[in-house]
C-alpha cells in the first residue's frame, strides 16, 4: 500500500476524531463497527496506521492486518502473533516475534486462549484452512473475555479476503462479529463498489452492522494547503496550483510525488518559484519517463488487469474511456468487439474501483490515471514513429495545452462556469452519493441576482427545461437557516413555480441550514458533487483561489 507524509493530515482531522469517538464508545458499552470505502492512494492505509501508532490505552489490543496480496500463513502470522505481542507489550512482557516464544510468556495469563491458539496451531499442520480460519476469528471472543481488554481489529483491503481460499469467509466473519461485544472492527477497501456489495448481501448483519465512510480525494482547499505545506518556502503561481490540483484530482500520493520532484528540480536549477516549464518536466520524469515512478505504477497496473483469459482488452478498453467514449456501444465499436465481450470487462472495471458508472455512461475515475492513459500509454501503443523523443515531445505539448486550458477556465466566474456545465447535460442519469439525479437537456440558461435577506447579493441561474424552470442558487459563504428562506422567497419572485431548486454551495452547510434546504426540496450539490459533475462531463475542477 502507498505511504503519505504521517504528519500531514490536512481534511482527515475529522475521521482521525471519528476512530477516537468509536474506540471510546466501545469501552462504555457502545459498538460501532467502521468501513473506510474509497480509491487507491487516497491514504486509508495512513490514516490507520496514524491512529494505531498514536493509540495509547491500557485496555485496547490493536491488530492490523494489511490483506492485499497476502496468503493464509500471513493472516494467521499477524492475527495470532498481533494478539499475543500486543499483550505482551501492554503487560510488559518479554516480546518477541515468534508465536510459539509468546505463547510460552502468556501461557499463565491466558490458558484458554493458550488453548485455542494451540488448536489453530493443529488444524495449520494437518492442512485445515477452514477450521483454523474459524478458529483464528473466533479467538478475540476467547480472549476478550479471559483478559478483560477489548480489541480493535483492523482489515486493510478486507476484500483480500476471499484471497485466502476459505469457503463461506464472509459468513464466518458476520457470525463472529455479532457475537463479539468487545471487539471494534475498522475495515477498509479500495473498491468501493465490490465492498459496498459484500458489506450489504455478505455481511448484513443482525448487531454490529458497518458504518461505511467514504474516504475521497481531498477537497480542492484542503488540495492547495498540502500543495503549500509540501513546497514550503517554494512559490507556486496560483494559476499552476490550479493546474496542479485539477490534474493530480487532488489525490495526496500524486500531490506528494510530484511535488518532491519539483523540490529536486527547484534545487538543481536555482529556481525559487516553480513557473510552466519546470511543473511540466517534473510530471514528465514521474508519469513519462518510464522508469518514473508513477509510470512504472500505472503500467504495472494495466499489465495486472490485462492478466487471465480474455482481459488483455482491458488496456485498450481504458484508452478509450480516457478517450471520452462513455457508452458500451461505442466502446464496442471503437474497440472492433461485440457490446457483450465489453460489458463484463466494465463491470470487473467497475467493481475494483478504476472505473465509474453514471446511467448508461461509464469513465475513469482517477483524472491522473486518466491522463496517464491518453497521454502516454495510447500513444505508445498507437503510433508507428517508436521514437522516444518525439513522443515525450508530444507530451509535453499535450501538458502545456492542458494548463492553458485549466488556466483559462480559472478566469471565468462562478455562474459562467455553472452554464458551461448544464448545457453540457442531455437528458442523463448520475448517481452521485448514492442519489439519482436526472439532468435534463436545458433549452436555455440566463443569470441574475438575487438579495439575501442580510442584503447582500448571490448569483442565480436559470435554466429552461421543455417542462419547466430550474432556479439554481451560487453560494460561497457561509450560511444559515434564513438564508434558506429568503432564497425560497426571492425563488418565487423569480420564477413563480420552479420545478427544480438546487442550492450549489462552495462553503461547508452547518447540520441546521441543511436540514431546512432539505426539507424545502432543494437538492444541494457541495463541492464534492459539483466536482464529480465536471469530472464526469471532463471539465476541469472549480478550485477556490485564496488559500494557501
Given at each position: 500500500m502507498s505511504r503519505i507524509d504521517m504528519d500531514a493530515f490536512f481534511d482527515r482531522r475529522d475521521t482521525l476524531d471519528l476512530l477516537k469517538r468509536r474506540v471510546l464508545d466501545l469501552k462504555e458499552g457502545y459498538r460501532q463497527n467502521i468501513a473506510f470505502l474509497g480509491g487507491r492512494h487516497l491514504g486509508k492505509s495512513s490514516i490507520l496506521e496514524k491512529f494505531v501508532a498514536d493509540l495509547d490505552d491500557p485496555l485496547i489490543i490493536p491488530l492490523y492486518l494489511d490483506l492485499e496480496y497476502k496468503d493464509f500463513e500471513h493472516f494467521y502470522f499477524k492475527f495470532v502473533g498481533g494478539l499475543l505481542y500486543?499483550?505482551?507489550?501492554?503487560t510488559q512482557k518479554p516480546l518477541h516475534n515468534?508465536?510459539?516464544?509468546?505463547?510460552?510468556?502468556?501461557?499463565?495469563?491466558?490458558?484458554?486462549?493458550?488453548?485455542s491458539i494451540k488448536k489453530i496451531q493443529s488444524f495449520l499442520a494437518h492442512q485445515r484452512p477452514q477450521?483454523?480460519?474459524?478458529?483464528?476469528?473466533?479467538?478475540p471472543q476467547v480472549f476478550t473475555q479471559e483478559s478483560k481488554f477489548f480489541c480493535l481489529i483492523i482489515f486493510d483491503e478486507f476484500h483480500d479476503l476471499e484471497e485466502l481460499g476459505v469457503e463461506g469467509v464472509y459468513a464466518e466473519l458476520g457470525k463472529c462479529i455479532m457475537t463479539q461485544k468487545k471487539c471494534l472492527y475498522v475495515v477498509t477497501s479500495s473498491c468501493p463498489v465490490l465492498a459496498n456489495k459484500i458489506i450489504s448481501e455478505r455481511l448484513s448483519l443482525l448487531f454490529g452492522n458497518f458504518e461505511v465512510v467514504p474516504i475521497e480525494p481531498f477537497p480542492m482547499k484542503a488540495s492547495r494547503e498540502f500543495i503549500a505545506f509540501l513546497l514550503k518556502e517554494i512559490k507556486l503561481s496560483e494559476d499552476l496550483k490550479s493546474f496542479f490540483v485539477d490534474f493530480t484530482g487532488g489525490h495526496p500520493l500524486y500531490l506528494t510525488i510530484i511535488s518532491k520532484e519539483l523540490i529536486t528540480l527547484s534545487r538543481l536549477y536555482g529556481q525559487p518559484e516553480i513557473f510552466n516549464p519546470l511543473m511540466i518536466q517534473a510530471i514528465e520524469n514521474v508519469l513519462f519517463d518510464p522508469w518514473g515512478v508513477l509510470?512504472?505504477?500505472?503500467?504495472?497496473?494495466v499489465n495486472a488487469l490485462c492478466e487471465g483469459k480474455?482481459?488483455?482488452?482491458?488496456?485498450?478498453?481504458?484508452?478509450?474511456?480516457?478517450e471520452e467514449k462513455q457508452r458500451i456501444k461505442e466502446l464496442a465499436t471503437s474497440l472492433s468487439v461485440r457490446q457483450g465481450l465489453v460489458s463484463p470487462k466494465l463491470n470487473r472495471l467497475v467493481e475494483q474501483g478504476f472505473v465509474m458508472k453514471n446511467g448508461a455512461s461509464y469513465y475513469i475515475k482517477d483524472k491522473f490515471f486518466g491522463a496517464w492513459l491518453k497521454f502516454v500509454l495510447q500513444k505508445k501503443l498507437r503510433t508507428f514513429d517508436a521514437s522516444q523523443d518525439h513522443q515525450r515531445q508530444a507530451f509535453k505539448e499535450e501538458l502545456d495545452r492542458v494548463i492553458r486550458e485549466?488556466?483559462?477556465?480559472?478566469?471565468?466566474?462562478?455562474?459562467?462556469?455553472?452554464?458551461?456545465?448544464?448545457?453540457?447535460?442531455?437528458?442523463?442519469?448520475?448517481?452521485?452519493?448514492?442519489?439519482?439525479?436526472k439532468l435534463p437537456l436545458f433549452q436555455a440558461i440566463s443569470t441574475t441576482k438575487a438579495r439575501k435577506g442580510s442584503g447582500s447579493f448571490y448569483d442565480v441561474i436559470k435554466a429552461q427545461t421543455q417542462d419547466g424552470e430550474w432556479f439554481i442558487v451560487l453560494n460561497r459563504d457561509p450560511l444559515t437557516e434564513q438564508d434558506i428562506s429568503s432564497m425560497l422567497?426571492?425563488?418565487k419572485k423569480i420564477i413563480q413555480k420552479p420545478q427544480k431548486r438546487i442550492?450549489?454551495?462552495?462553503?461547508?452547510?452547518?447540520?441546521?441550514?441543511?436540514?431546512?434546504?432539505?426539507?424545502?426540496?432543494?437538492?444541494?450539490?457541495?463541492?464534492?458533487?459539483?466536482n464529480t459533475l465536471l469530472n464526469f462531463y471532463n471539465k476541469p475542477f472549480i478550485v477556490p483561489v485564496g488559500t494557501p
Open positions: 500486543h499483550y505482551s507489550r501492554l515468534d508465536i510459539n516464544l509468546l505463547l510460552e510468556s502468556v501461557r499463565a495469563d491466558l490458558p484458554l486462549t493458550t488453548k477450521e483454523a480460519y474459524s478458529e483464528i476469528i473466533s479467538l509510470s512504472q505504477h500505472f503500467e504495472a497496473t480474455g482481459n488483455r482488452i482491458c488496456a485498450a478498453l481504458l484508452i478509450s474511456l480516457a485549466v488556466n483559462h477556465c480559472s478566469q471565468k466566474d462562478l455562474p459562467t462556469r455553472i452554464v458551461e456545465l448544464l448545457y453540457c447535460f442531455e437528458d442523463d442519469a448520475v448517481q452521485i452519493n448514492n442519489r439519482r439525479y422567497k426571492e425563488a442550492l450549489i454551495s462552495l462553503c461547508s452547510l452547518d447540520e441546521n441550514t441543511r436540514v431546512k434546504a432539505l426539507q424545502e426540496s432543494m437538492w444541494i450539490w457541495n463541492e464534492h458533487e459539483l
